[in-house]
Nanobody, 114 residues
Framework: QVQLVESGGGLVQAGGSLRLSCAAS????????MGWYRQAPGKQRDMVAA???????NYADSVKGRFTISRDNAKNTLYLQMNSLKPEDTGVYYC????????WGQGTQVTVSS
């Protein structure tokens, strides 16, 4: 079992920045990859950024060059640095861990005003 707790969401103006955090606990050793997903109102949950145990990263085209995924192994925490935010980045952001089952956090709201 893996537990994930997100934090760092909020309201920001377009062009601003936010950093999301995801604290992981439980069977940390079994995690193969972690990532961030976004769900906008009325839309499906889509991958925003992913980071494997080996350090490989993958980003959605819409966030390349603006978002950076990283982790602090000592703190068992995953981050998503979001810069140059746009209104279309608005949504609930979920932390995901593959261990090897899929685990999800409760989500954190990000709202970008124009």
């Amino acid at each position: 079992q893996v537990q994930l707790v997100e934090s760092g969401g909020g309201l920001v103006q377009a062009g601003g920045s936010l950093r999301l955090s995801c604290a992981a606990s439980g069977s940390i050793f079994s995690i193969n990859a972690m990532g961030w997903y976004r769900q906008a109102p009325g839309k499906q949950r889509d991958m925003v950024a992913a980071l494997t145990r080996s350090g490989y990263t993958n980003y959605a085209d819409s966030v390349k060059g603006r978002f950076t995924i990283s982790r602090d192994n000592a703190k068992n925490t995953l981050y998503l640095q979001m810069n140059s935010l746009k209104p279309e980045d608005t949504g609930v952001y979920y932390c995901n861990a593959v261990a090897p089952m899929n685990y999800w956090g409760q989500g954190t709201q990000v709202t970008v005003s124009s």
